[in-house]
């Protein structure tokens, strides 16, 4: 998963020529065009849309060129709606939805971590690696 301010759309075609399947938020700068819009669960009131899109422009559409989906979800704490984008297609939008959620529980908890033993960055990204940092 990977923050807002960080899409980079060539390294995210990389990632998914390797298979590697990832959900971030989409800028709201993004030209898109909607190639598909799917039926939403009714019981699930939090996910506003979903469909399959294909980037516009120059630049974006050539660093990937693949169709991608995205979820349009409600998020209650700030009264706003946020735009998930991903490569999986197979996914229901609510597992889109929860996995953003949780990412950003575990980016809380490394900023805390930052914090607590003042660390600015990590100079590992293993668990092994984190832990001796610490």
């Known amino acids: 998963m990977a923050d807002r301010a960080y899409v980079d759309f060539e390294m995210l075609f990389n990632l998914d020529s390797c298979g590697v399947f990832f959900v971030t938020r989409l800028k709201s700068n ?3 065009y909607i190639v598909e819009t799917f039926k939403t669960n ?3 009131e939090h996910i506003l ?3 399959d899109i294909k980037l516009l422009g120059v630049n974006t559409a050539n660093k990937y060129p693949k169709n991608l989906r ?3 979800v409600y998020h209650d704490k700030n009264d706003k709606g946020l735009v998930l984008l991903t490569n999986n297609m197979s996914w229901t939008a609510d597992t889109i939805s929860q996995l953003y ?3 950003w529980a575990v ?3 490394f900023r ?3 914090q607590l033993f003042r660390v600015k960055t990590f100079i590992g990204t293993t668990e092994n690696a984190v832990q001796l940092q610490m």
Do not use: P
């Open 30 to 32: 993004a030209k898109i």
């Open 42 to 44: 009714d019981k699930q």
């Open 49 to 51: 849309s979903d469909q």
């Open 70 to 72: 995205i979820v349009k």
């Open 101 to 103: 959620k949780a990412r």
């Open 107 to 109: 980016e809380s908890f």
């Open 112 to 114: 805390y971590l930052k």
